[in-house]
């Protein structure tokens, strides 16, 4: 059972545009959301996080925006640029003390066409 | 800087051998993971390891074993190496702090089993 997911295998976008990358989640007990970015042959690099009492969370051209009522969180990249084309992983963690297991969604492939 | 170092980019393995993999970090974190990745997949978590010399299944560990002896270093084995295993594996470390619960990875190693 997915409780993680990331229903758009891949997405395309202009150079200077905006980038919405969308992620839902079916766990209620998860506090804590992160983005991930992820070139070929590399390993994963955190990007940006969120926790579940906030409902948004601003890094340089970077936001994410959760929607606890709707499990729904997305990220947004304000302009694209060719260098953001990569994968990039939704992960969630569990409520609890002692919780340190990401559950990751399946990714989303941007590329970002000049 | 944040550092967690996989010990080889690539391998070559022929089926029924045993395989090694290492991974260590400099952060002195208490946790580390080792993951695979495959297309269409995403990132599952195989096992994880709290402390030293502990260790708890992640979501696929069957044909796969841990060793934490040290703090820095996480090995995954594969006892006998079969085609099935052929993958992208990861290995990732977080501290036990949850305000920083961030998983840091590393480059990646690329197995090929034939």
């Known amino acids: 059972d997915q409780q993680v997911k990331q229903n758009s295998p891949s997405l395309s976008v202009q150079e200077g545009r905006i980038s919405i990358l969308n992620c839902d989640y079916t766990n209620s007990m998860f506090d804590y959301f992160l983005w991930y970015k992820k070139y070929p042959a590399e390993g994963p690099t955190f990007l940006i996080s969120?926790?579940?009492?906030?409902d948004k969370n601003e890094d340089g051209r970077f936001t994410v925006f959760l929607n606890k009522s709707a499990k729904h969180l997305s990220l947004h990249i304000v302009p694209s640029q060719p260098g953001d084309s990569a994968v990039y992983f939704c992960?969630?963690?569990?409520?609890?003390?002692?919780?340190?297991?990401?559950?990751f969604g399946k990714g989303t492939k941007l590329s970002v066409i000049p | 800087d944040v550092k967690v170092t996989q010990s080889s980019r690539y391998l070559v393995k022929r089926t029924g051998e045993k395989v090694f993999l290492e991974c260590v970090q400099d952060m002195d974190h208490e946790n580390m993971f080792w993951y695979r990745q495959d297309p269409g997949l995403g990132l599952r978590l195989i096992y994880f390891s709290y402390d030293v010399k502990m260790k708890e299944k992640g979501d696929i560990p069957e044909g796969y074993s841990v060793s934490r002896e040290k703090k820095e270093r996480f090995s995954l084995i594969l006892e006998s190496a079969s085609t099935n295993q052929t993958s992208m594996y990861l290995c990732a470390s977080s501290s036990r702090d949850s305000r920083k619960n961030i998983q840091y990875f590393g480059a990646g190693t690329r197995l090929s089993v034939l």
């Open positions: 969120i926790s579940s009492i906030k």
């Open positions: 992960a969630a963690r569990l409520a609890g003390a002692g919780s340190y297991q990401l559950t």
